[in-house]
């Protein structure tokens, strides 16, 4: 079966018209394939046009704050990419005078870059005969090729990686690999499929065979935790509210929230309101609280939290409170700036 002429092919007819594409150098492109990791292209394309005004080259993402980079991040998701972004650009623009490495082996030192995209950033902007792997990989090669490895199985990266490998053209890297993305992207989706139009149709085994919908196949699930969380939202006489940045690890990392009260398990509000009135963070005891809304679930990959929010009012000054105007300059979680863009509109 020939596959990379025709599909090579089908990508130039039907690629979209995406920014990074037209752009030289490798920081388009190492800034896009970035904020595309678990994010899809029609989400991630208003952030790319926003940090490509706000930061043109590497040095100017360099030479800002990781607020500013929080900021213009938030709602994206997936913190740590803001952060190890942002480390990125100090390194290559201070220690390698804002060039990036120019293979597949010097992009994966580099942090917040694994080997998918070194590859695609190798492949795409130098030409290295080096195959992406990715979702979209393993569903287009599963499915076109009749592999029923268990994608996340330990054996199951090599193996994907090695077949794309022997399809990839001499001298076309970029246009393959795009192609290969792009393909998955467009033409073989996860779901209903429209495998009537598809360029393999008459040679895909999982098409002639009846097993578009089994295939790739997946067999490890991952683990859900729950958390509770109840945030205490202070509004002292002028309105001025307190805030916390998180600094432990995890999510959410130097992000800022609202005063938190995490319990182990889901807690009546009879009990939440106990451990409220508890509380010693604000240096007094708070007296006169209401909960705001019912339980907000914000979903995340591996955990799910539930959200209360409290109102704490107080008829007196608080030292370290910040007016609304202030609070909505810091980079929140997004659970936390919707919260404040309908809450403050509201009261």
């Known amino acids: 079966m020939e596959f990379s002429k025709p599909l090579i092919h089908w990508y130039l007819q039907n690629k979209r018209d995406l920014p990074w594409r037209k752009m030289p150098g490798a920081y388009p492109v190492w800034l896009s394939e970035i904020m595309l990791q678990q994010t899809r292209v029609a989400q991630g394309l208003p ?34 990419r803001a ?31 694994g080997d998918y995209t070194a590859a695609a950033i190798a492949s795409i902007s130098y030409g290295e005969a080096v195959p992406v792997v990715d979702g979209n990989v393993y ?21 994907f990686t090695e077949l794309a490998a022997s399809l990839m053209p001499k001298g076309q890297a970029s246009e393959f690999n795009q192609a290969m993305m792009e393909f998955g992207a467009l033409q073989c989706v996860p779901k209903s499929p429209d495998c009537g139009k598809c360029i393999f149709n008459k040679d895909c085994v999982a098409f002639t065979t009846g097993r578009v919908a089994e295939l790739p196949v997946k067999l490890k699930k991952t683990k859900v ?4 969380f109840n945030y205490l939202v202070l509004k002292d006489n002028r309105g001025f509210s307190m805030l916390q940045k998180r600094t432990a690890k995890g999510i959410w990392h130097n992000l800022y929230e609202f005063p938190l009260i995490e319990t182990e398990t ?18 007094f005891a708070p007296k006169d609280i209401t909960l705001i809304a019912d339980t907000v ?4 990959s591996h955990q799910h939290l539930h959200i209360r929010f409290w109102k704490i009012s107080v008829d007196f000054e608080v030292v370290d409170a910040i007016s609304e105007n202030a ?21």
């Open 266 to 283: 889901a807690v009546s509000e009879d009990k939440a309101l106990s451990l409220i009135r508890d509380y010693k963070g604000f240096g």
């Open 327 to 347: 609070l909505k300059a810091y980079p929140f979680p997004v659970v936390i700036h919707n919260f404040i863009e309908k809450y403050w509109s509201e009261h």
């Open 47 to 80: 952030y790319f046009l926003r940090f490509m005004e706000a930061f043109p080259t590497v040095h100017d993402m360099a030479a800002a704050p990781e607020e500013q980079v929080l900021k213009l991040w938030q709602g994206l998701g997936y913190y740590s």
């Open 83 to 113: 952060r190890n972004l942002h480390a990125t650009a100090k390194l290559v623009a201070f220690e390698m005078n804002g060039n990036f490495p120019d293979s597949y082996a010097g992009l994966l030192k580099l942090k917040g870059v």
């Open 225 to 228: 935790t729950n958390r509770f």
């Open 139 to 159: 569903r287009v090669l599963s499915r076109v090729f009749g592999i029923d490895t268990d994608i996340s199985s330990g054996g199951a990266k090599k193996q």
């Open 297 to 300: 679930v914000h979903k995340l």
